[in-house]
């Protein structure tokens, strides 16, 4: 399928901007992320949608994140959130994401324009899901994640390298390259 014309616009300017990793931060207003990289919320929606099953009970329907990784900090740790995550790719250099289902099957996906090496431009991570996003080389890798129902810091789950490999010990190797403690 053709990419639209405005990714290619884009894209071309990301490349050709020559702005350093403090000036695309500085510029898109970034700020440090509790699991790595930087990050910053570009949408909230003011609708609300019943979710009874949450402390609250309500999540905004939709919310969306600006989030980098750069070459000095590279890692986006293992965590989990009750809502899908749909995982954009913006530019930069390639990133690769690890998920863990619940029953803990693993999915690797590489996020880039490097088709020839099978990248992808889009990963969805399910619900309930474990992630973790690492930026292998270069020194940024730009997507956009949208949440829904939306984001809530009570959702978010980073728990200890510990308590994954009791859940998961066939994924020891990740946990222990990927995890915050």
Request: glycine share 8%; charged share 20%; aromatic share 12%.
């Given at each position: 399928?053709?990419l639209?014309?405005?990714?290619?616009?884009?894209?071309?300017?990301?490349?050709?901007?020559?702005?350093?990793?403090?000036?695309?931060?500085?510029?898109?207003?970034?700020?440090?992320?509790?699991?790595?990289?930087?990050?910053?919320?570009?949408?909230?929606?003011?609708?609300?949608?019943?979710?009874?099953?949450?402390?609250?009970?309500?999540?905004?329907?939709?919310?969306?994140?600006?989030?980098?990784?750069?070459?000095?900090?590279?890692?986006?740790?293992?965590?989990?959130?009750?809502?899908?995550?749909?995982?954009?790719?913006?530019?930069?250099?390639?990133?690769?994401?690890?998920i863990?289902?619940?029953?803990?099957?693993?999915?690797?996906?590489?996020?880039?324009?490097n088709?020839?090496?099978?990248?992808?431009?889009?990963?969805?991570?399910?619900?309930?899901?474990?992630?973790?996003a690492?930026?292998?080389?270069?020194?940024?890798?730009?997507?956009?994640?949208?949440?829904?129902?939306?984001?809530?810091?009570r959702?978010?789950?980073?728990?200890?390298?510990?308590?994954?490999?009791?859940?998961?010990?066939?994924?020891?190797?990740?946990?222990?390259?990927?995890?915050?403690?």
């Amino acid at each position: 399928c053709a990419l639209p014309i405005y990714y290619n616009e884009y894209k071309s300017y990301l490349s050709s901007s020559a702005m350093n990793n403090e000036e695309i931060i500085k510029n898109l207003n970034l700020e440090s992320h509790i699991e790595g990289g930087h990050f910053r919320e570009t949408y909230r929606s003011s609708e609300k949608m019943k979710t009874p099953d949450r402390e609250g009970g309500e999540r905004p329907v939709l919310t969306s994140i600006s989030y980098m990784l750069t070459d000095t900090s590279p890692t986006d740790v293992f965590c989990r959130n009750v809502s899908n995550i749909m995982v954009y790719f913006q530019g930069g250099s390639s990133v690769t994401y690890y998920i863990i289902t619940e029953d803990g099957n693993l999915s690797v996906t590489k996020l880039g324009t490097n088709f020839a090496e099978g990248d992808k431009l889009q990963v969805v991570v399910p619900a309930y899901s474990w992630k973790a996003a690492h930026l292998e080389s270069g020194s940024y890798g730009l997507v956009g994640e949208a949440l829904a129902p939306g984001f809530d810091y009570r959702d978010l789950t980073i728990p200890s390298k510990d308590t994954l490999i009791a859940k998961f010990p066939q994924h020891s190797e990740l946990f222990n390259k990927f995890c915050k403690h």
